[in-house]
């Protein structure tokens, strides 16, 4: 099911199947690359937007999640939505099915606000969730307060430990300010088309790599994810 967000001076749509933002915009500027399909590989697939990466991010070393887990791939239930804000649930699935997982989008006139909150029921299970949003930007122009980025690595995966960050587009000054539970961004694009990835995770792709271990959220625990993207 599609949904808009919208005021006077930005407009968001987003898909329920996967919890994905589709398009956003501040006035006459692109803020989202909007999602499309590219062919890869002779694969169509997703690009643009912004989806959650849950209960991982990146690949699961185990080889029972798929890449950036199920939370894209599934029908998100509406609990509740207004002009400018929506609130999402999902049950997960596979050893996670007694794992709640609660998005909540609001959108204002030059930010976007994201709340996600994961309560465990069942079994202790790892996490390590973020989002992946794909920031427009004319031929992958990225400039990083603070930090040197070379282009030419960007297919590799750049990861930056620190809360907020600021970065200039080609057309946009833009923060995200965190309020809880982002440590790592991963910066990325395949440069398929003109956009670049600023990724907020909890701990980046801990489920595969050996020096970070993801968060064991136990039985009657629950996380929280807090942050604003503001351009």
Sequence with gaps: M???LENNDAKLSLNTHGAYIEKFKIKDDMIFFPNV???????LKPRGGMHPC?????ADASCNLSQH???????WDIVNRTDNSVTLSLVGEKDYYKMNFTIYYELSKDSL?????IENNGKSLPIAPGFHPYFYSKNQEIDIEGYKIDKDKLEDTIFISTNDINFKTSNRNISIKVKENVGRYA??????SDYVCVEP???????????DEPLILENGQSFNMEFEIKA
């Design 37 to 43: 399909q590219f062919k890869i590989d002779d694969v």
């Design 69 to 75: 887990g199920f939370g894209r791939d599934l029908d």
């Design 187 to 192: 910066i990325w694009s395949d440069k398929k």
């Design 113 to 117: 606000y994201v709340r996600l909150n």
């Design 54 to 58: 849950l209960p991982n991010f990146g």
């Design 201 to 211: 995770t909890f701990n980046g792709n801990s489920f595969t790599n050996n020096s």
């Design 2 to 4: 599609k949904i808009i």
